[in-house]
């Protein structure tokens, strides 16, 4: 088949001396970015781009990709150990993730993490090699009427997401939601809820919203329970996975590595979905949904899986359309133009080097990770033996450095604080903040999609039922919608909630 | 503030001042330099202003360390960097958007495009284009304009956002052609260009730099180019101009400091820019992004920015686009 015979090149050039070099240093960078929290990947490589200037063009982009896939790896394991989430994958990692920790798991979890992202990671590498093109197409039949629908459907089924009461839930999401139209109305370019505060012109920060939520709040709680604070000293037990955990896990990584596969392709925000994609998905289908709240392994393996197969699969609109997906995609197209490349549809034919060379070593840095992770999971679990006078003040500092660095502006820093206080309200309250989060990313994409087809069906409603992959999102979100309701009617909510 | 140095100097120091400021000037830089580009990385200006940047921190000796503030249409870096010291040690990326646009898009925008800054020179210009669908029935920009008539709601045509100077060209494009056009607002060239290739919408106006790829491609087809002359690079794309109709309008990139740079430190980084635009390798760069090396005098491009400023007023006014 032509495919191995162009992998086979793509090994070839990924496997060159230098080659090899970059990729491991771009996936030890990541690797530490992604663990310092806050600290993402287009700060690092808006950084580093000047050096790739004088690289050549292959090398540079395997550098680049090694960095964006290990700060995904790094991004968990702050994630698990410490609550923070860096993206909005890693918030579903901290539901389960942490409170594995808690239970004395922190290096199952880590494991977990990094297998069943090596894993997705493999299919979906094979996935973009084989079929990218052909996806592409898939990917350009979803038009703003088909997006709306599928972001409605993620919002609908986010209220799962809860662990308490319903009714909170969706408050949470729609409380995010409100938080998410903060900015420049896309339409007509008019600031909405800004308080004339310029910096508020771009919208809520999403690093200082999800680390204030999560990750200070947790230190405020953490401060205020003495015993709390000694929890994460106690026995961390065995690093590696149980048997039991690692036949609980493997279903999981199985159904995560297909949800993010089928979502990253996406161009319009399906990234963003797959992990609680996923993460919906293991509560509703896996054997031990009863256990999801607890640390259920199920919820770190299937979207994390979810997570890293979409961040491979994102690629395909780059590589094929050369248009980027996300921030760190944009910034690799600029790495591209400055050496003369521009991605698109011919690239494969003009670039098979750079094309082949990249995808081979999207693999081969996913193994690079997994050698560079797991014996790091020891080193990592022991973090959490550091006496916490000495680990808060620290996280808080890196907190800080995050939150500044993504536009270099104090006033995220300022969020990240407010955001904290909001955060230990909801603790408080028993309020939950992951479909908060959830609100907050789909709520302005929805919203983007939903006017934008009514632009252009110029008002006509029956678009979202004309079109078949809106049509069927929508009938999806009404059946999971009586399905929510119906025992909850019957049998009140307790039923809804495990069933 | 005065440099230490200065103050050693004792009581002399206000007689002193203007042969200190000639010393100073001869001095500078001692420091590393901080370039501010209003946008995010990765884009056109970012990419154009490491290019500069390469170059400038090498002439000058020291480090010009690029640093990304985007937010508020590239005004809010614009406003931080007009109130920062004039030491020539702050400068910033200044562009269509904060510059050209912005004064009459927003109502309570907090500086003076042209009197709260020392114009040093211009970068880079990128012609804007109209790309369409492939399979877009109209041939030329004359289709365009009878299509649109027969449409009841005007042609559907995308740009990277309302208030950018893809959509005031639009809007310009109805103004001189009487086409009726509905614009299709976008977060960013990138979504715009995805829905144009998927046949969602089939018309953009776009800068050539986010086109260009596309164009080689054959994913999208150019229609018309904003500019005098067709590009060297795009020979078979006619301007709007042969094609009957006055349009011609690009993006352009420039750098700028806060007002009262001293004359010595604006005339030694107008010598330096030039030099380093001077730079085969660099031109060729730029020319890959799809644009043309600048080359104003710090002067030329004050007038330039005024002109602009005025220039857009009314377009802006009728796109009805205004930010309180």
């Keep these: 088949m032509d495919i191995l015979g162009n992998l086979a090149h793509g090994f070839s050039v990924a496997l060159s001396f230098s080659n090899l070099l970059f990729a491991l240093i771009g996936a030890l960078i990541g690797t530490a970015i992604g663990v310092l929290p806050g600290i993402g990947p287009v700060a690092t490589i808006s950084l580093l781009l000047p050096i790739t200037f004088g690289q050549p063009a292959t090398t540079a982009i395997i550098m680049l990709a090694g960095i964006y896939y290990g700060a995904q790896y790094g991004g968990s394991t702050t994630a698990i150990l410490l609550n923070l989430p860096g993206e909005i994958s890693s918030v579903v990692t901290t539901l389960e993730g942490y409170k594995m920790a808690r239970n004395g798991r922190a290096g199952a979890a880590l494991a977990t993490s990094a297998l069943s992202s090596f894993f997705a990671g493999t299919v979906a590498t094979v996935v973009v090699a084989g079929s990218g093109p052909l996806l592409t197409s898939v990917a350009l039949s979803f038009g703003p009427a088909d997006y709306f629908s599928l972001m409605l459907l993620g919002l609908i089924i986010s209220a799962v997401l809860a662990q308490g009461s319903v009714i909170k839930s969706i408050g949470m999401v729609v409380f995010g939601v409100a938080l998410g139209l903060v900015g420049t109305d896309v339409q007509t370019g008019q600031q909405r809820f800004t308080f004339g505060i310029p910096e508020l012109s771009d919208g809520i920060s999403f690093v200082a919203l999800a680390m204030g939520m999560f990750g200070i709040a947790e230190i405020v709680l953490n401060l205020e329970k003495p015993e709390a604070r000694s929890v994460l000293k106690t026995e961390v037990g065995s690093l590696w996975l149980t048997r039991e955990e690692f036949r609980r896990a493997t279903p999981s990584t199985l159904r995560g590595t297909l949800v993010g596969t089928v979502l990253g392709i996406l161009p319009g925000g399906g990234a963003a979905l797959s992990s609680f994609g996923s993460y919906m998905m293991e509560r509703k289908v896996s054997k031990h949904r009863n256990l999801f709240g607890t640390g259920a392994i199920e919820g770190v393996a299937g979207p994390e899986a979810a997570n890293n197969a979409a961040a491979q699969t994102s690629f395909i609109p780059l590589l094929t359309l050369g248009i980027p997906a996300n921030a760190v995609m944009a910034l690799m197209v600029g790495a591209l133009i400055i050496q003369g490349i521009q991605p698109g549809p011919r690239m494969v034919e003009a670039q098979p080097d750079l094309f082949w060379g990249l995808i081979a070593s999207m693999w081969i840095g996913n193994v690079m990770l997994l050698v560079i992770n797991l014996p790091m999971i020891g080193m990592w679990v022991k973090l959490l033996q550091v006496p916490y006078k000495f680990l808060y003040p620290a996280i808080l500092v890196f907190c800080c450095i995050g939150a500044y660095s993504v536009n270099n502006n104090v006033f995220d820093v300022y969020s990240t604080v407010l955001f904290a206080v909001f955060g230990y309200m909801c603790n408080k309250l028993k309020l939950e903040p992951a479909p908060m989060l959830i609100g907050f990313v789909l709520g302005p994409m929805m919203e983007e999609h939903l006017r934008r087809a009514m632009l252009l069906s110029r008002g006509d409603v029956m678009v979202f039922l004309e079109r078949p992959i809106s049509a069927s999102m929508l009938a999806i979100g009404a059946i999971a919608l009586i399905a929510m309701l119906l025992p909850n009617l019957r049998k009140g909510k307790e039923a809804a909630l495990s069933g | ?324």
């Design chain 2, 1 to 324: 503030m005065l440099p230490r140095r200065a103050w050693l100097a004792g009581g002399a120091v206000f007689a002193a001042l203007p042969s200190i400021a000639c010393a100073q000037a001869s001095a500078w830089p001692t420091q590393p330099i901080r370039l501010v580009v209003p946008f995010a990385p990765g884009g056109t200006t970012d990419l154009a202003a490491r290019l500069v940047s390469q170059g400038l921190g090498m002439r000058l000796g020291q480090p010009v360390i690029v640093e990304n503030r985007p937010g508020a249409g590239a005004t809010l870096a614009s406003a931080q960097v007009a109130q920062a010291a004039p030491d020539g040690l702050t400068l910033l990326v200044s562009n269509i958007a904060s510059h050209g646009v912005a004064p009459s898009l927003y109502r309570n925008l907090r500086y003076d495009p042209v009197r709260d800054f020392t114009h040093i020179a211009l970068l880079l210009e990128t012609p804007s284009v109209f790309v369409a669908q492939p399979r877009f029935p109209a041939r030329g920009i004359a289709d365009v304009v009878r299509l649109s008539r027969d449409m009841p709601r005007g042609i559907d045509i995308a740009s990277s956002g309302t208030g950018s100077s893809n959509h005031l060209l639009i809007v310009q494009f109805g103004q001189v052609t009487g086409a009726r056009v509905n614009h299709v607002p976008y977060r960013g060239a990138g979504p715009a260009m995805t829905d144009v290739i998927a046949d969602v919408v089939p018309m953009m106006s776009d800068s050539l730099p986010s086109s260009a790829g596309h164009l080689r491609a054959g994913a999208v087809r150019g229609m018309a180019i904003a500019s005098t002359a067709r590009h060297p690079a795009f020979p078979e794309l006619p301007s709007f101009r042969e094609q009957g109709v006055d349009l011609v309008a690009s993006s352009w990139f420039g750098l700028s400091a806060p007002a009262g740079l001293p004359p010595a430190i604006t005339g030694r980084l107008s010598r330096e820019v030039a030099a380093v635009l001077a730079d085969a390798a660099l031109q060729h760069r730029f020319a890959e992004l799809g644009g043309t090396v600048g080359a104003l005098s710090p002067p030329a491009y004050a007038e330039f920015i005024a002109g602009e400023v005025a220039r857009w007023a009314p377009v802006v006014q009728a796109s009805g686009a205004q930010v309180e």
